[in-house]
């Protein structure tokens, strides 16, 4: 158990529709990471929050956005969704905020499916 | 953002070592190399992390070059449960990540 809680584990939903996916981090970690994994593009990388403020971006689409609470979890908003975006969505965690300099901690991930 | 070459996949038998390299030509003065494992319908499980030279633990050894274009994830002695996806993962300057497609292990008794 990684200590990383995503919920819920499975989505389906149709195209045009917005889901939330939310992520609690470990106890005691302050940043949180987002992943898209998908059969043709493997895991991409897509955005990173440390105590609350955006850290890092990757490869995140303008219609996906994602926010970290003062409680340090996080959500993740998809939006005007298409066939495309139906993957498996990752958090992890980690202690501080270097970015490739540190164990991340991850979820078991939410399984979005679109329609 | 620093592109990472893994092998598709390897083979193996029970007790052999297996030894997996991946290639990141672009990877930043200060970004470190971490090694993940996945099984199927979980999430990636760190193995070990490491800058340069060697570092080992309980699991795995890391080799690393002097000019880090390069690392080497060895798991000695495989056993059937070491049967899953092996991604490395490093960073570059501009603080995006960049995972390998994966490489997928399989032992065989």
């Known amino acids: 158990d990684s200590g990383v809680t995503q919920t819920p584990k499975h989505l389906i939903t149709a195209t045009g529709q917005r889901v939330t996916l939310r992520c609690s981090p470990r106890?005691?970690?302050?940043?949180v990471y987002w992943y898209q994994q998908s059969l043709d593009q493997g895991l991409q990388f897509l955005i990173q929050?440390?105590?609350?403020?955006?850290?890092a971006k990757g490869n995140i689409l303008e219609r996906f956005s994602a926010q970290q609470f003062p409680d340090l979890h996080s959500e993740l908003n998809l939006s005007s969704l298409e066939l495309g975006d139906s993957a498996l969505y990752f958090c992890?965690?980690?202690?501080?905020?270097?970015?490739?300099?540190?164990?991340?901690?991850f979820g078991d991930g939410t399984r979005l499916s679109i329609l | 953002l620093a592109k990472t070459t893994q092998p598709i996949s390897m083979d193996s038998y029970e007790g052999q070592e297996v030894n997996i390299t991946c290639s990141h030509n672009?990877?930043?003065?200060?970004?470190?190399i971490t090694w993940y494992q996945q099984f199927p319908s979980q999430g990636p499980r760190f193995i070990i992390q490491?800058?340069?030279t060697k570092v080992t633990n309980e699991v795995a050894s890391l080799f690393i070059p002097a000019d880090r274009k390069s690392s080497t994830l060895s798991l000695p002695r495989v056993s059937l449960s070491d049967t899953a996806v092996y991604y490395c993962?490093?960073?570059?300057?501009?603080?995006?990540?960049?995972f390998g497609a994966g490489t997928t292990v399989t032992v065989r008794a």
């Open positions: 992890a965690s980690s202690v501080g905020s270097g970015i490739a300099n540190q164990p991340q901690h």
């Open positions: 929050y440390y105590n609350g403020e955006e850290r």
């Open positions: 672009n990877i930043a003065t200060n970004d470190y």
């Open positions: 993962l490093v960073g570059d300057n501009d603080y995006k990540l960049s």
């Open positions: 106890s005691g970690d302050l940043s």
């Open positions: 490491g800058y340069k």
